[in-house]
């Protein structure tokens, strides 16, 4: 005999999970396989909403069971069930877009991974993929509703954005790129430049002849000697997510701050020195203020520090902040500056009025 069945109806367009699944096979490589080209032009084309009707031959052994090598609820769809009167049963409602290749592509792209498991380089090939998933990944309500899903804008902000996509992406990166800022693993992840005195070390907020910091989940400090002490970070902007193009297409602001207080009994002097470099070390932009010297016998308040660099020279890959200080009493003990809750963060915010671009940042996987 033989079993008609129907394929290719609208009930069997690819689901959100199977285009999801596709993605990385556009982004094998340097180029775009054939695989990802053919499943590309699979969804892509026009289909025909009644479906198409094929018929296959299917032998029966003893007792009627099956010997087409299909088991039974494999294989294609079979002929729908029936409503009362014989009618066929209506399908459930759903929206224009759904189970279009525009539709679940869309919502597909809204579920992708975050920017930190490396989506910056799978989207920049998957435009390359078709002029479907090109269109809806340059489309800009596509992530300005992302924004608004992770929390980034709100339904009733009106803020001007050069470029969403972009956008969302410096939101998802945005962190502190300095490790350890507020002393909780020691002297971890800093490098000591000057160690004179008693050296460095770390005390426990208020500390002696100290105040409280602003914000209580700040703990403890480092804490300077009677000579020079500086420590440093070096951030490798490329190792943190933050690619070339949109270093130096968009040049994102970056602001620096830190925070420092003296003892209430004892003077100090305070530096501070932050430098953006190139590939090669060279500095191209430099924030580096004159020493702020505190008088004996003052308040102990904590005092903020901040700068932000706007429309820095193209070509910036590293950060090397650098502080720290000595006492001016040059009394033997820790009773020179005291800093903590340092950061280096790159603002979603751009100071340069740029037409939207269709670049996107390359990620790292992390």
């Known amino acids: 005999g033989y079993e008609v069945r129907r394929v290719g109806s609208a009930a069997e367009a690819p689901t959100t999970s199977g285009l999801i699944d596709s993605l990385p096979l556009a982004a094998e490589g340097a180029g775009v396989g054939r695989e990802a080209w053919g499943v590309a032009r699979r969804w ?14 299917v032998t029966r052994g003893r007792g009627g069971a099956r ?21 066929p049963a209506p399908r459930p409602d759903r929206s224009p877009a759904q189970g ?17 498991h490396g989506p910056g380089q799978l989207l920049l090939r998957c435009r390359l993929v078709c002029s479907l998933w090109r269109d809806l990944i340059d489309l800009v309500t596509l992530w300005k509703r992302k924004c608004l899903r992770e929390g980034f804008i709100t339904e009733d902000g009106d803020q001007p954005v050069a470029d969403w996509k972009i956008f969302y992406f410096l939101h998802s990166l945005h962190r502190n790129l300095l490790r350890n800022p507020c002393a909780e693993e020691d002297m971890a ?22 105040t409280d910091f602003p914000d209580s ?44 207080a003296a003892r209430a009994d004892c003077g100090c002097t305070y530096h501070i020195r932050v430098q953006l ?53 040059f009394w033997a003990g820790w009773y020179g500056p005291r800093v903590t809750n340092s950061s280096i963060v790159i603002s979603p915010k751009m100071t340069r009025n740029l037409a939207p671009c269709t670049a996107l940042p390359e990620t790292t996987e992390g």
């Open 44 to 57: 892509a084309r026009p289909r025909d909403p009644r479906g198409a009707v094929r018929a296959r031959r």
């Open 67 to 87: 010997a087409d090598g299909a088991a039974e609820g494999e294989g294609s769809r079979q002929t729908r069930s029936s409503g009362p009167a014989g009618r």
């Open 100 to 116: 279009t290749g525009v539709g679940q592509a869309r919502a597909s792209v809204c579920t992708l991974p975050h920017p930190s």
């Open 189 to 210: 992840s800093w490098q000591i430049d000057s160690n004179g005195g008693d050296r460095w070390k770390v005390e426990s907020l208020p500390g002696d002849h100290g």
């Open 217 to 260: 989940r700040v703990k403890k400090y480092f804490v300077t000697s009677f000579g020079m002490c500086l420590k440093s970070q070096l951030v490798d902007l490329k190792a943190e997510g933050y690619g070339e193009e949109l270093l130096d297409t968009f040049r994102p602001d970056i602001v620096v701050k830190d925070w420092f």
């Open 277 to 329: 470099a190139s590939a090669d070390y060279i500095v191209l932009a430099s924030f580096e203020p004159p020493p702020v010297t505190i008088d004996q016998w003052n308040n102990a308040k904590w005092t903020e520090v901040s700068y932000t660099f706007s429309d820095y020279p193209p070509g910036v890959r590293h950060i090397l902040f650098q502080h720290g200080g000595k006492d001016t009493q």
